[in-house]
């Protein structure tokens, strides 16, 4: 199994170049993903001019970046794929797509086929720029968890397609046994959503449908995923590709996530080596 560590970097778009490459070496992680998005480094509307100067920072301090956080959606990508052709030329070589939604009116059968046949024009624009596209599971979407992933990426080049699990947005929904998911997705299985949730009980709900329970972000070591399984799974199938660290818990409060952070990459690296040795 061979692992790229980083760093999705949601909860910081304060801090410069220099400041993230800073916290991405005192968490113990080697890289970042480069985030497409309004308020942070690289914004969609100005990507030819801030992608090349973010990039140029960023090994300057040493950090390697492969992967990119973006919401395109497939149609923005078939009207126009410059953009793929500007992360391409930055040596980006997967980006993180937009979700198909579930808008709770559609039929999901329709839903998916719809879905499928959008990711055949998708990997044409890929190839042609030379990327590759990586689908994340997530809750409250039309693709929750492996086995929809999966039918949506069948029988499509992996080298321009991809899937992202995510641990806890498969506890939310969309869990299925690792060793199954893996091995479901295989040469599919580039990316991985490293973060977890716990169970929480408002016990003054108790009588409401739900009772009282919901799902709370928290650090890997508290959480409900069994992370030596998610390691035996992805070490079975060969896994080469990002372990990205989403840092949920205490949001409004970036300096409460950093020690938290280190702590969870320490405990998910003596995870690994403890599978893979």
């Not at 091995?183 to 580039?190: A, K």
């Not at 716990?198 to 709900?205: E, I």
């Not at 070591?221 to 070490?235: I, K, L």
Request: with cysteine; hydrophobic share 40%.
């Amino acid at each position: 199994m061979n692992v790229r560590w980083s760093l999705f970097p949601k909860s910081f778009p304060h801090l410069d170049p220099h400041e993230l490459a800073g916290l991405v070496r005192e968490v113990g992680l080697d890289t970042t993903n480069l985030v497409i998005r309004e308020g942070y480094w690289v914004s969609p509307e100005n990507l030819a001019a801030d992608l090349p100067r973010f990039m140029r920072a960023m090994r300057a301090e040493g950090l390697d970046i492969r992967f990119a956080t973006a919401g395109f959606t497939v149609g923005e990508i078939v009207r126009d794929d410059f953009p793929l052709a500007l992360l391409a030329d930055e040596g980006i070589a997967e980006f993180r797509m937009g979700y198909f939604s579930d808008d709770g009116k559609s039929d999901p059968r329709e839903a998916r086929d719809r879905a499928r046949v959008s990711m055949d024009l998708l990997v044409t624009r890929c190839e042609r720029r030379g990327i590759r596209a990586v689908y994340q599971v997530h809750h409250n979407t039309l693709i929750p968890g492996p086995s929809a992933a999966y039918a949506l990426v069948q029988g499509l080049p992996s080298r321009y397609v991809g899937v992202e699990l995510d641990a806890g947005n498969q506890s939310h929904e969309g869990f299925e046994n690792w060793g199954v998911a893996a091995g479901l997705l295989r040469e599919y299985l580039v990316a991985l959503g490293v973060k977890d949730s716990c169970l929480v009980r408002d016990p003054a709900r108790a009588s409401e449908p739900g009772k009282g329970w919901r799902r709370s972000w928290c650090p890997l070591d508290e959480g409900v995923t069994n992370w030596h399984d998610v390691a035996r799974a992805f070490d079975a199938v060969g896994f080469d590709g990002t372990f990205v660290f989403m840092p949920f818990y205490d949001a409004d409060d970036p300096a409460a996530i950093t020690p938290k952070l280190k702590r969870e990459v320490a405990y998910l690296r003596r995870v690994v080596a403890e599978v893979v040795s």
